[in-house]
């Protein structure tokens, strides 16, 4: 038994010795440039290699007031954020609902209102997830305040990154960071698709609906959010007020001609959608075209 002992011990000699070794040739950690702002985080490219925070040093120059008609979701999160910066109670946000409603353009907007007041954004794309212990590694107990951003969040059955977020939002055993909060859109409520056969394993117990299993995995996960945040379809009047919102930020001289409503209406129904990022593409064209055909 002790000679089995003495074996077991000298081969674990001998790998903390080869590993060692290894660790000298690893690529060095990049060094994150903290004289930015906004950070999008990527993956080593190589064996061992680590992941970095790349800086953006130029982000999207959007304000809360470039939303439109979705008053109510701009003053909950605008209110959550603040008590954030206050190091005051804040939650975790999952913006949902229906696509080019404004669910990224707030999170952006937000970033650049409180920027000043010491607000970063960090983005992190769905494959990353995994990552998310190193990244919170690497700014927690900065003076900072980070918000991480995933856009447009959904995961497919059987993808197991999603246990990162889980994890990270509520369920590791170790505490997050003060300093950080997760903003997350995303077209599914529920982060997860649905199928109608698991609505079959639901019983009814004592007038209490309970859900199956499967159901209950997926709401789990977006249960870790705390403000939920919905958006719905725009109707043709509100469709229409955002492009005259963004028809005279971007300087076009014609805003409320009929002229000009028929053409966005007649936009929209090529596009097949009456959405905020529709209307912003509209005015984009139309004032484009008034600049170039200006002597």
Not at 244 to 263: F, M, N, Q, S, T
């Amino acid at each position: 038994m002790a000679d089995h002992d003495t074996r077991f011990a000298a081969l674990l000699e001998r790998a903390e010795g080869l590993l060692g070794r290894l660790e000298q040739h690893l690529p060095p950690a990049a060094d994150t440039d903290w004289s930015a702002h906004a950070w999008r985080w990527r993956r080593g490219g190589g064996f061992g290699a680590q992941g970095r925070l790349e800086a953006v040093h130029r982000p999207h120059a959007l304000t809360l007031d470039d939303l439109c008609c979705v008053d109510a979701q701009r003053e909950e999160i605008d209110r959550n954020t603040r008590q954030f910066l206050a190091g005051a109670g804040a939650n975790n946000v999952l913006l949902s609902g229906a696509r080019g409603t404004g669910k990224s353009t707030l999170v952006k907007a937000l970033f650049n209102t409180y920027r000043d007041k010491g607000l970063r954004l960090i983005e992190v794309d769905k494959a990353e997830l995994v990552d998310l212990p190193d990244i919170l590694a690497r700014i927690d107990g900065r003076d900072e305040r980070f918000i991480l951003y995933c856009d447009d969040l959904s995961f497919e059955a059987g993808e197991g990154s999603y246990k990162a977020l889980k994890a990270a939002l509520d369920g590791s055993i170790g505490a997050p960071p003060d300093n950080v909060l997760i903003y997350a859109t995303s077209n599914r409520r529920h982060l997860l698709p649905e199928f109608q056969r698991e609505n079959r394993d639901s019983r009814v117990i004592d007038s209490e609906i309970h859900h199956g299993e499967s159901v209950e995995e997926k709401i789990s996960l977006s249960d870790r959010f705390g403000l939920w945040l919905s958006f719905q379809p725009f109707s043709q009047g509100q469709y229409l007020s955002v492009c005259r919102h963004w028809l005279k930020r971007l300087g076009a001289g014609d805003v409320d001609g009929p002229d000009v409503e028929r053409a966005a209406l007649q936009w929209a129904l090529r596009r097949g959608s009456r959405s905020g990022r529709t209307a912003h593409q509209f005015a984009r064209d139309r004032a484009g075209r008034e600049r170039l055909a200006q002597p």
